[in-house]
């Protein structure tokens, strides 16, 4: 079955960065986008954006736009997150999600999503 | 892109129906298709319930559907059993490749 299985908590300090990973099993890695999604404690879901496993490319949220970076390796099939600058609003549980590329398509499959708290 | 809009709160009965809603622009939920539901339990990773508006994916039981007319988007569990207790978040494509969620819907099955 379709499994997304992530990294462990992170606890950084602020202006330091972490890096997420989200390791894909069960389908072929290339033929779906990972879009990554954060929550901070009891608020909402956050967009913030995606890269397509197969080709690469990326498309970040403008509100992360340059703060953060999507890559992935295709022959572990795992795609990564890291996000530099960090302040204490960026305390989240931090998921990554599976998604067909295009438009019509929902994002049905979810890592479990590990916290990254920022505190000095 | 803003977040699209959801009543904080909503609340039903067990068998009864309840009705949650979902407002954006003609640039996202009016513009497209493409609305999606979440369900999410405390501590867990969201669930997907309805995709392309009105489409459940397989093992959703059919007491979830949903709706769409302008910009408004809508989620109806009927039959509101316990297991039901939930937050739901609404989503929408918001062109050129972006997404975005609403701001969540707290469920209470009283």
């Known amino acids: 079955q379709v499994q997304l299985v992530q990294s462990g908590a992170e606890v950084k300090e602020p202006g330091a960065s972490v890096k997420v990973s989200c390791q894909a099993s069960g389908y072929t890695f290339t033929s779906y986008a990972i879009h990554w999604v954060r929550q901070a404690p009891g608020q909402r879901l956050e967009w913030m954006g995606w890269?397509?496993?197969?080709?690469?490319?990326?498309k970040y949220s403008q509100k992360f736009q340059g703060r953060v970076t999507f890559t992935r390796d295709k022959s572990a099939s795992t795609a990564y997150m890291e996000l530099t600058s960090l302040t204490s609003e960026d305390t989240a549980v931090y998921f990554c999600?599976?998604?067909?590329?295009?438009?019509?398509?929902?994002?049905?499959?979810w890592g479990q999503g590990p916290l990254v708290t920022v505190s000095s | 892109q803003s977040a699209l809009t959801q009543p904080p709160s909503a609340s039903g009965s067990p068998g009864q129906s309840v009705t949650i809603s979902c407002t954006g622009t003609s640039s996202d939920v009016g513009g497209y298709n493409y609305v999606s539901w979440y369900q999410q339990h405390p501590g867990k990773a969201p669930k997907l319930m309805i995709y392309e508006v009105n489409k459940r994916p397989s093992g959703v039981p059919d007491r979830f559907s949903g709706s769409k007319s302008g910009n408004t988007a809508s989620l109806t569990v009927s039959g509101l059993q316990a297991e039901d207790d939930a937050d739901y978040y609404c989503s929408s494509n918001a062109g050129n490749d972006n997404w975005v969620f609403g701001g969540g819907t707290k469920l209470t099955v009283l």
């Open positions: 999600a599976r998604k067909e590329p295009g438009s019509k398509s929902p994002f049905d499959s």
């Open positions: 890269i397509n496993a197969g080709s690469g490319n990326t």
